[in-house]
């Protein structure tokens, strides 16, 4: 083989610094497949590409390859924390940058520890390799979703949102997607045959994909809706001199919309409604009396409790019946709540936000015009399997979901294209339309295909008006992860874990 053709020298046999290099410059690039459809396959080839270099590398190489590899995918993939510690928090831009670079690191260590188990248990067999590398993978990528509460932002399932392998998402979710693209990428370099068989996988995923992906679910009826983004900037959001001309806005538009349900988003009023009540008397009664009409409903994002009952980030239901509410479960660590021993951190930060109480994971939807309206606060929409739980019941399950999302605390940042991302893998999952209401972006209508139907420009005052359909019925992932979490995924690296056993004794090649 002509030397140019052949893969680059091992990281054992050449020095550590350029390999290292090249680890991070391919961690780094999965964010480009989370913000642009074109570049899906780079997080299979970079994939590729560590399986082979801690393949041939020993245990100790093989961790520091894939903590390098780990921490530039997920500094790159969540940079914008910065923004928020430093613009809007005041943390200075030294210690934001640290506490960035410390968060990749530590979720980095999961790969790390998973690219040494390959290594140290790998046999040069792709009946051993293959399914030992995705299950390697899986877990890690289970552990950085799920514990110390989770952080799977940037999950590698993600990128593949606009790929074949998103047709798999109602049948094994965004980490089961991880997964087989990781066995996709360890087959693909085992051999010339290898190869040839992972792009084989890809094109009849493709040609399903085309033809038309399975479909679990059914229409049940249509809803008029309106989305409100009110791209009020972070720095402006709690200044007492903003707030009436956001808050007339509001009511504005609330008040002025037709039959329909209309959505404002996250902390859309952001004031307790004692609060309100002092600054501007009269504005939440008005509401309610413009929604008591049986054609009329809206969901508006709001701060409640006390001091004594506590405060939860809210959605508010207004409509003929009783007054909904919906509390948020999954709770940002230090926006929301502060992990012991890690006060003194979000002291030094200027974010008027403390400690939340959490609500309950399996929620009762708002009904409204025969739909079943699922509310999901910002964050909470990176856990299927916590949405997932609500449609244990078919008969209570929502036939749409609605995200409430303010994530103006990171600016002008990939943070939005990502959120959307992950907002449609879940339409995907559950196989029902997504509505996106939120203070900056994305604010979109997504339908229960992932396919973006309509949205408003980022980062501008704007409606967004449509018809969405809703849907019923249950998929694969519904229904496995509504009784069972993650446990079945868990299970499956396990076994991915014993098919590989009974050769670890064996002869490497």
């Not at 074949?164 to 990781?182: D, F, K, M, Q, T």
């Amino acid at each position: 083989m002509p030397a140019a053709a052949r893969w680059p020298a091992s990281p054992a046999s050449r020095p550590a610094a350029p390999a290292l290099a090249l680890a991070a410059a391919l961690g780094a690039l999965q964010t480009l497949a989370l913000v642009h459809t074109w570049a899906w396959p780079l997080p299979l080839a970079a994939a590729a590409w560590l399986a082979r270099a801690c393949g041939r590398a020993p245990p100790r190489r093989a961790a520091a390859l894939g903590w390098v590899y780990g921490t530039a995918w997920i500094a790159a993939g969540t940079w914008w924390l910065f923004v928020s510690m430093h613009r809007y928090g005041g943390l200075p831009a030294p210690l934001a940058a640290a506490a960035v670079a410390l968060l990749a690191g530590a979720l980095a260590l999961y790969l790390a520890l998973a690219m040494a188990l390959y290594a140290r248990w790998r046999r040069g067999r792709a009946r051993v390799d293959v399914p030992l590398f995705a299950a390697l993978w899986l877990l890690a990528e289970l552990a950085r979703g799920v514990l110390f509460t989770g952080f799977p932002w940037a999950a590698s399932g993600y990128a593949q949102v606009d790929a074949p392998l998103a047709v798999l998402a109602p049948w094994v979710g965004v980490y089961g997607i991880g997964a087989i693209g990781a066995a996709l990428a360890a087959l693909a370099v085992q051999h010339l045959r290898g190869a040839a068989a992972a792009a084989a996988v890809l094109a009849l995923l493709a040609i399903w994909q085309t033809a038309g992906a399975s479909t679990f679910t059914s229409p049940a009826g249509t809803l008029a809706v309106t989305l409100l983004q009110p791209a009020v900037p972070q720095d402006q959001k709690f200044d007492t001199a903003q707030l009436p001309a956001t808050l007339a806005w509001l009511a504005e538009r609330l008040q002025a919309e037709g039959p329909g349900l209309v959505v404002a988003p996250e902390t859309a009023v952001p004031l307790l409604p004692s609060q309100l009540d002092v600054f501007a008397p009269g504005w939440w009664g008005a509401l309610e009396a413009r929604h008591a009409a049986p054609d009329r409903a809206a969901l508006v994002g709001v701060p409640l409790g006390d001091l004594d009952a506590g405060y939860t980030n809210s959605v508010v239901g207004l409509s003929a019946q009783a007054r909904y509410r919906y509390d948020k479960y999954h709770l940002v660590p230090f926006g929301e709540f502060i992990p012991r021993g890690f006060r003194w951190f979000t002291e030094l930060m200027h974010i008027p936000l403390g400690d939340f109480a959490r609500g309950v994971v399996d929620a009762p939807s708002f009904a409204f015009a025969g739909q079943r309206i699922g509310p999901n606060i910002c964050y909470e929409d990176l856990f299927g399997e916590e949405l997932a739980r609500r449609f244990r019941d078919p008969a209570r399950a929502p036939t749409m979901l609605v995200n409430l999302s303010n994530i103006a605390w990171f600016g002008r940042t990939i943070a939005v294209p990502q959120h959307l991302a992950i907002s449609r893998l879940r339409s995907l999952e559950l196989q029902r339309p997504m509505l996106r209401a939120t203070n900056t972006g994305a604010t979109a209508i997504v339908d229960h295909r992932g396919v973006v139907v309509a949205q408003l420009t980022a980062h501008e005052r704007g409606v967004l008006r449509g018809q969405v359909q809703g849907r019923e019925g249950t998929t694969p992932f519904a229904w496995w992860a509504s009784r069972g979490g993650l446990w079945p995924l868990f299970a499956a690296a396990l076994l991915g874990l014993a098919v590989a056993r009974p050769w670890r004794r064996g002869r490497r090649n």
